[in-house]
């Protein structure tokens, strides 16, 4: 049932993902003159509807000081129960889209150094910022089971990237 609500945000952010990459690249062809590449333009769509989920979930789907707690004790949200055990593992799938998008646009997220490097340190600015804003525990297994999804989608990524780079060898 919780991954409900974030499947109820993906069109509208889609939606809105798309208006800002077809509106930039509109931009870019009449301010220099040029055509854009388009061959990131989906994923940069896929990208910022994915912030857009993200954010609207962590923040906006809670109301501003209903949560106040910090937790620094590892593997506490772990629990005894099926739901606790299912919000752990949500973390972790959380930050797998991260871990696949970043090295496809970004150069330097092509190591793996660098791509969990940024998903901890955005899972950090996630946490701190709903310390502030108290909408949302700040919890120590949120930074690590984030991190641990970023690395996933990373590991994913790169698996098909061999993968595809191995068939095109292999049919060329």
């Known amino acids: 049932t919780d991954f409900k609500q974030p499947v109820f945000y993906i069109i509208p952010a889609f939606l809105l993902s798309l208006v800002f990459v077809v509106s930039f690249t509109f931009t870019y062809r009449v301010y220099k003159r040029e055509k854009y590449p388009l ?76 791509c969990v490097l940024a998903g901890f340190l955005m899972s950090c600015t996630i946490e701190i910022s709903q310390l502030l804003t108290q909408r949302g525990y700040m919890q120590i297994d949120d930074v690590l089971t984030n991190t641990a999804g970023a690395m996933a989608g990373w590991l994913i990524w790169k698996i098909v990237t061999l993968l595809t780079g191995f068939l095109k060898s292999e049919f060329t």
């Open 39 to 114: 061959q990131n333009s989906a994923i940069w769509t896929l990208f910022l509807c994915y912030w857009l989920v993200l954010i609207q979930t962590a923040f906006f789907s809670r109301e501003s000081g209903s949560r106040k707690q910090i937790s620094l004790i590892l593997f506490e949200t772990w629990g005894h129960s099926v739901q606790a055990h299912a919000y752990f593992i949500e973390n972790i799938f959380m930050f797998i889209p991260f871990g696949i998008l970043a090295p496809v646009l970004f150069k330097r997220m092509k190591k793996m150094y660098w």
